[in-house]
């Protein structure tokens, strides 16, 4: 589980990284007023806030507000937000394969264990995909 978990870290951190450059991009320095929610902006601003009251516990919001939501509040904002992302996949019906994946990452985040091997080997492809459509 740890090589897995370590691959899933890296995949939701690469997903960040392409969303903000996206952003940047095409919307600028305002995309996060732009593109998020009411529910993602109250989530980003209490993790943020913890954060402040738990100075010993680790940043999750210090690399930008991305990096405070959850996998199930990217895929969305990815769905949401599909237009922006049209030059990068030519079909965006590959950001549903994403929210398949949420159950699974879960079980590895939160410690969890299972060794179905079609559950791995769709995780593996799911993580294939992404690095094959976004170099």
């Known amino acids: ?48 806030e913890n ?30 937000q599909e237009e922006h992302f049209e030059s990068h996949f030519s079909d965006t019906n590959f950001f549903h394969r994403f929210t398949d994946l949420y159950g699974l990452r879960n079980v590895i985040a939160h410690n969890g264990y299972f060794d179905d091997p079609d559950s791995l080997t769709r995780i593996t492809l799911c993580i294939n995909d992404w690095i094959k459509q976004t170099g």
Not at 15 to 27: A, C, G, S
């Open 51 to 80: 954060e402040i009251d738990k100075k010993w516990l680790p940043s999750r919001t210090e690399k930008g507000p991305l990096y405070s939501l959850d996998w199930v509040d990217l895929v969305k904002i990815m769905i949401r």
């Open 1 to 48: 589980m740890s090589k897995l978990y370590y691959q899933l870290h890296l995949f939701e951190n690469s997903v960040r990284k392409f969303m903000e450059k996206v952003f940047l991009d095409e919307i600028g320095d305002d995309w996060w007023r732009r593109v998020s929610n009411s529910p993602n902006k109250s989530k980003h601003t209490r993790r943020l």
